[in-house]
């Protein structure tokens, strides 16, 4: 049990010093979305990948991050049908268009590879 808390601790603090909260916050519902993937892992982030909480949730995204950029040190990198890649207070945010009802669905839908 120990071993599980001690994960969930490290985790959170990876969360705390990666993920523009604040920003993200703001863009998203007030806190409502998840964050995923490789960006939680003890290596070095690349970028962080948000995924929607509910369905329908991102199909405005493109509108909030053009009328936040400015203000919010944001700038969109590229769009494609998956993802918007944009630039969020000097990290690399992919906010995933693709939507899960539950983080086991999500996980289940990653492509894991082993070296």
């Not at 994960?7 to 995923?36: C, F, H, Q, T, W």
């Not at 945010?93 to 990653?110: G, N, R």
């Amino acid at each position: 049990m120990e071993l599980c808390e001690s994960a969930v601790e490290v985790i959170k603090k990876r969360i705390e010093e990666r993920v523009p909260m604040v920003a993200l916050s703001k863009l998203l519902d007030n806190g409502s979305y998840r964050v995923a993937g490789n960006s939680l892992n003890a290596g070095e982030l690349h970028d962080i990948d948000v995924y929607p909480s509910y369905e329908g949730q991102f199909n405005n995204i493109v509108k909030a991050l053009i009328a936040n950029e400015e203000k919010m040190s944001i700038s969109i990198i590229c769009d494609t049908k998956n993802a918007i890649t944009a630039m969020v207070c000097g990290v690399v945010v992919q906010f995933c268009k693709y939507y899960h009802a539950t983080l086991a669905d999500l996980v289940d839908s990653f492509d894991f590879t082993v070296d």
